[in-house]
């Protein structure tokens, strides 16, 4: 493997971790509200989701910059110590690198904290997480108007709505709507509560990513005559595709299969079990779409855009 593919796999691991993490947080802002028995058997697994990722964006973020060093140094990675340590102390990658790295331990301080002890402990992670988010702008194409520009902040607007969006489908598939036995009318009210959350919050970050990605690819590709037939012009095609997709399945849950569903959940009743499975499964296939947008975001990452190559 080259190194360029290798820090494109971490790069995807580096975001799919940190969106598992603003999910995570995200959640547990919403399950601060409930004090149900459904919320709470929630806690932690959502605690530990949390965890592993942070864990693993933390590990991603050493070894990208790691790799990124011996890229530039032209070296083996296993001689990139020196490389790395040049990096880190005297450029601009090291600076942003350096502000993004205390913003994920900050996150992970944050999300260490368990139990009720309020609202604080996620929104002071989610306020990390926008400065991560930030640095990553820092050091990408949006950087080249300067690092206080409208290109950086509809960049870091546009990753960390792609993070939300992500995270919050991710956690929702796999932890919180898991199938209940013997739930009571607090808990279906409480599930209730929470799935009109995540479609609310899906719409608002789905509406800012149309908006912010449009004006990226305006800034980055020029025309739709550069939108094919190019490396950037063709991944970013393939990445709207999957975003698509992606709505479209979020949007056949939001409009089909919430109303019926929610309706009788808000009201204390029992819904048939054929609805949260359904809206489950939907959210799998949506998770999936959107695993392949965070892969193919990490690819256009590294590669220069038709205006930038001429």
Avoid: C
């Amino acid at each position: 493997m080259d190194l360029q593919t290798a820090q494109h796999i971490v790069t995807a691991m580096l975001n799919m971790a940190v969106a598992v993490v603003t999910g995570a947080s995200v959640t547990r802002l919403w399950l601060g509200r409930d004090a149900s028995s459904w919320a709470e058997a929630r806690r932690r697994p959502v605690g530990v989701a949390a965890t592993a990722g942070i864990v693993v964006a933390l590990a991603a973020d050493v070894v990208l910059l790691w790799l990124e060093s011996a890229t530039m140094a032209e070296v083996p990675i296993t001689e990139a110590a020196g490389a790395t340590w040049s990096m880190l102390t005297s450029t601009h990658l090291g600076l942003a690198w350096s502000i993004g790295m205390t913003g994920l331990v900050i996150a992970a301080a944050a999300m260490s904290v368990r139990g009720k002890q309020g609202q604080a402990a996620p929104v002071i992670s989610l306020a990390a997480l926008a400065v991560f988010w930030y640095t990553r702008g820092m050091v990408s194409h949006a950087a080249s108007d300067g690092d206080f520009s409208l290109r950086l902040f509809s960049d870091w607007v546009h990753l960390g709505l792609i993070s939300l969006w992500v995270g919050e489908v991710m956690l929702s598939g796999g932890v919180m709507l898991k199938a209940s036995d013997n739930m009571e009318a607090a808990d279906r009210r409480a599930r209730a509560s929470y799935v009109a959350s995540l479609s609310s919050s899906a719409t608002f970050a789905l509406a800012g990513i149309f908006v912010t990605g449009l004006y990226a690819s305006w800034r980055s590709v020029g025309g739709f005559v550069n939108l094919v037939g190019n490396p950037y012009g063709n991944t970013l095609v393939a990445k709207l595709l999957f975003v698509g997709a992606a709505a479209l399945l979020g949007g056949f849950n939001r409009f089909f299969v919430m109303p019926a569903w929610l309706e009788r959940e808000a009201a204390g009743n029992a819904a048939p079990p054929a609805l949260p499975e359904r809206f489950r499964r939907v959210l799998w296939i949506e998770a999936l779409m959107l695993l392949a947008v965070v892969v193919l975001a990490a690819w256009l990452a590294s590669t220069s855009p038709p205006l930038e190559s001429m």
